[in-house]
């Protein structure tokens, strides 16, 4: 089997405890959601899109020198990234030319993307973890 990439995003996030959350702490609870302090709580992704490794490289190499491309090969040394509401606009921007060619073979994966960055720009809570998997 071929190695191939996938993108998960935040789907949901619950406290691990079967107790309900004391009115008083609620906003303590959302504050600490917000800052990505997870202590009892649990991260739920759901997988939003998927490409070979070998595509991916020609995707990403597509973007000119610096650091977005330097964060998208990350994933080749590491084995995973996180794009999060501090990568939003250097990705977006970087992304938004391929996103708008209509000749590339990596357009829909580029518009999906956007979309996500968008969405993280939107509600900052929201991140994507990306993962090399054999």
């Not at 309900?20 to 939003?48: F, N, R, T, W």
């Not at 991916?56 to 190499?61: C, L, R, T, V």
């Not at 708008?100 to 999906?112: G, K």
């Not at 991140?127 to 998997?133: A, D, E």
Request: contains cysteine; negative net charge; charged residues 20%.
């Amino acid at each position: 089997m071929a190695a191939k990439v996938i993108f998960y995003a935040l789907n949901q996030k619950f406290l691990d405890s079967d107790e309900d959350l004391p009115e008083q702490a609620q906003q303590v609870m959302y504050y600490s959601l917000a800052i990505g302090h997870h202590v009892g709580v649990i991260d739920c992704l759901k997988a939003i899109m998927e490409c070979p490794l070998a595509e991916y490289e020609q995707w990403f190499n597509q973007l000119p020198e610096g650091a977005a491309r330097r964060k998208m090969a990350g994933l080749l040394k590491f084995g995973e990234i996180t794009i999060d509401s501090t990568h939003s606009q250097l990705l977006a921007h970087a992304f938004a030319p391929l996103a708008e060619d209509l000749n590339s073979l990596h357009q829909p994966w580029s518009q999906q993307l956007l979309q996500t960055l968008y969405d993280i720009e939107q509600e900052p809570a929201i991140y994507l973890m990306v993962k090399r998997r054999q």
